[in-house]
């Protein structure tokens, strides 16, 4: 095939620009409210004092031991996340060493960086391709709500939890390696309460 | 029999682990070899241009360490002398010299990165970036005793820096430029004749120099392709002048030449600082600055060498406490010019590494 | 050290080419007509003296009134730099000439213009947004974007 000189775009497509941004001009008509923070179940639970069963112990335990997290690095906190695998903070040490370029294999998304409404269809993307169970850590300020770059508004979406629900908020800017991997044991503790099975369902049959 | 292929488009990006970044390329191909490409920009576009119009000119500060994050000093360096060309501020000389210091120190850190990456993309997954990861460490820790942050450090102010170095700096910076030849070498004795990475970056994505010019390339990338022009010699700005110092070139202006290009210039920097450590004088390190700065009415270009090319700032002053207008001059997004001529003709693979080779931040691309 | 050349002197160089083309100069920069932009940047790049082989940056600022897009041209042959204006007074549908065949370096950076100022570069090869996508509403540094 004969190449065009430069200044020639051979694919140069606005029908495929045009739809993108229709569906991000969709997605920030949708997302004006925050999705909720899903841990109601938590005081669910210990309103209800249910002790979990052994099963769910065990599937907890093999579950918060070995997060996989999906590569989504936008902005700065990748580097801190980088660092936190590095030699020196060593996350393995936490059973999550593996970072997965492919977000079917990873089970934890740990959005480190602004979003933008541009970029809020494709996290959106990556998160349902996500198989279940999953987890999010917000990292960062920018994560949270919008941080520094919050009153630019036309660009900036003002956190994560507008898109997709967050479990565990990692405040600074960026945090440091040891906050994110605090954030981390704090999402493992959470994942040890996890109710697997339904004791009340099954005792009822 | 000749083999009929027809051209497909592949997306790639924004998500993807060799992009950097949320950076986009709709590749047109047809079978393996790269026929066209089209680069999407805007997916970390946070408008830092239309923020500084509403700050003061000491608040732009902390916007301008999110640009090229990886060399945060760099960008503070860029913007403050911008700010006191529009002000006629003049800088303590133990200022200039610790600016010097921490601007080549941060240099080393990018350059490492950017190397580091470089060889990520050419197949060696992580684990030269992990090496480059423990000197980087070093150099982050002696930005946190002078800061207290370890990427978005905000130290440096118009007309100086924000506080003096600690007195455990200067040792510890010592212990490091005794490291550091050490390391520069083991990485030169695993490289520098790796067979696999002359296979893959010998010859491939040769951008030659005039082409260089004619896009505006800046940094590394322009003196890989045998263009001798460093604005630290060419058109010196702080002390630049007073050290003595090398502006090293490459010869054809492939892949290997910008790894090679990066290497010697982080040599470079060590043989500043070298210098910089044994010249500083004490004194004070700010100016008397106003707390808010009314620059007179006019417009300024303060730029400076980054470790990705010419970073400069264009302010715009009403005589007001906030610039009218900040524009800056992103080398990432100017250096990605030549990238469609660059990769046209070479295989998917190749795309990657000449893509690599480059060294961009996207949080610089798209501000 | 890179020189900053007088802005009246190279307007003087200029004149003599192209008559009334030059509305004024001052001593760092001099401001053209938008319809003789593209050739006395041609003029910029290959006389003999000047060379401004390299474009550092375009940008606009928005004063209300008219847009001021300024090309910063600087010469590695010589090590002398310049800033060329040009003012677009059209608010509705503002354009200018694109430089793209004379320096290559400026295609984002129009591209970036266009984007969020909304002037037109004429002969542009790719002119469509850059930063924000396909049907968003404005350009955000206007001086009057909300």
């Known amino acids: 095939m004969e190449m065009k000189p430069a200044g020639q775009y051979i694919y140069s497509d606005i029908e495929l620009d045009r739809e993108e941004g229709q569906v991000i001009a969709d997605l920030k008509a949708k997302s004006l409210e925050p999705i909720p923070d899903p841990d109601q179940w938590l005081e669910e639970e210990l309103q209800q004092n249910i002790l979990l069963t052994t099963v769910d112990a065990l599937i907890n335990w093999g579950r918060r031991s070995s997060l996989w997290p999906a590569i989504c690095f936008p902005a700065c906190c990748a580097f801190e996340l980088i660092a936190a695998n590095g030699p020196r903070f060593d996350l393995s040490r936490f059973g999550m060493e593996i970072m997965r370029a492919s977000p079917r294999q990873a089970d934890l998304m740990i959005t480190a960086g602004t979003l933008t409404w541009k970029m809020a269809p494709n996290v959106r993307r990556i998160y349902h391709q996500m198989a279940e169970p999953k987890w999010v850590i917000a990292m960062g300020a920018c994560a949270i709500s919008g941080g520094i770059f919050a009153s630019a508004e036309y660009a900036v979406v003002p956190g994560y939890n507008r898109i997709i629900p967050v479990d565990v908020y990692v405040p600074g800017c960026p945090p440091r390696p040891e906050a994110l991997i605090y954030g981390i044991q704090m999402l493992q503790k959470k994942i040890a309460r996890r109710k697997n099975i339904d004791m009340r369902k099954m005792l009822e049959r | ?367 | 050290m890179t020189v900053a050349l007088s802005g009246k002197e190279v307007a003087g160089k200029i004149e003599e080419k192209f008559p009334g083309s030059v509305v004024e100069s001052g001593p760092d920069n001099l401001v053209v007509k938008v319809d003789s932009l593209l050739d006395i940047a041609r003029f910029l790049k290959e006389a003999d003296g000047l060379e401004f082989n390299y474009l550092n940056f375009v940008t606009a600022v928005d004063y209300y009134d008219h847009f001021a897009v300024a090309y910063r041209l600087s010469s590695l042959k010589h090590n002398h730099s310049l800033t060329v204006k040009a003012r677009c007074y059209d608010r509705e549908n503002p354009a200018l000439p694109s430089v793209t065949g004379l320096w290559q370096g400026a295609d984002f950076q129009e591209r970036e213009i266009y984007d969020l100022f909304g002037i037109r570069f004429e002969g542009h090869p790719n002119l469509k947004r850059i930063f924000l996508w396909e049907g968003f509403e404005g350009h955000p540094l206007r001086k009057d974007f909300i």
């Not at chain 2, 007309?159 to 030849?181: H, I, N, T, Y």
Request: hydrophobic share 40%.
């Open chain 2, 1 to 367: 029999m000749a083999v009929r292929t027809e051209p497909f488009v592949l997306n790639m990006g924004p998500v993807h682990p060799s992009t950097h970044g949320v950076f986009r390329m709709r590749v047109t191909l047809d079978g393996e070899v790269v026929v066209d490409i089209e680069p999407v920009f805007g997916y970390l576009h946070r408008g830092i241009e239309k923020l500084a119009e509403q700050r003061t000119y000491a608040g732009i500060i902390p916007l301008t360490d999110r640009l090229d994050y990886i060399s945060s000093m760099n960008n503070n360096f860029a913007y403050c002398l911008a700010v006191e060309k529009l002000a006629g501020i003049k800088v303590p000389e133990r200022a200039e010299y610790i600016r010097v210091i921490i601007s080549e120190l941060q240099r080393i850190a990018a350059l490492l990165i950017a190397v580091g990456a470089f060889l990520n993309d050419c197949g060696a997954f992580f684990t030269p970036f992990l090496y480059m990861f423990r000197e980087r460490e070093r150099i982050v820790d002696l930005f946190e005793m002078v800061s207290g942050q370890r990427l978005t450090y905000n130290y440096l102010r118009a007309g100086g820096v924000s506080q003096d170095l600690p007195e455990e700096f200067l040792p510890a910076l010592r212990k490091f430029m005794d490291m550091m030849p050490r390391f520069m070498d083991e990485y030169d004795r695993l490289l520098q004749q790796n067979e696999i990475l002359i296979a893959r970056a010998k010859g491939v994505g040769i951008l030659p120099a005039e082409q260089a010019i004619n896009c505006s390339i800046s940094g590394p990338v322009l003196r890989a392709s045998g263009v001798k022009w460093d604005i630290r010699k060419d058109d010196p700005y702080s002390i630049y002048d007073r050290f003595d110092f090398d502006v090293p070139t490459q010869p054809a202006g492939d892949c290997y030449d910008r790894y090679r290009q990066r290497v010697e210039e982080m040599r470079q920097s060590l043989r500043i600082i070298e210098q910089a450590m044994k010249q500083i004088p004490s004194g004070p390190v700010r100016a008397e600055v106003p707390h808010l700065i009314h620059p007179p009415v006019g417009e300024a270009y303060g730029r400076i060498e980054c470790p990705k090319g010419e970073l400069g700032f264009y302010l715009v002053s009403d005589n007001s406490i906030a610039p009218y207008r900040c524009h800056i001059r992103p080398p990432s997004l100017i250096n990605l010019t030549a990238l469609r001529d660059m990769v046209r003709g070479w295989k998917v693979a190749d795309l990657i590494i000449i893509f690599g080779s480059i060294d961009i931040t996207v949080g610089e691309i798209d501000r």
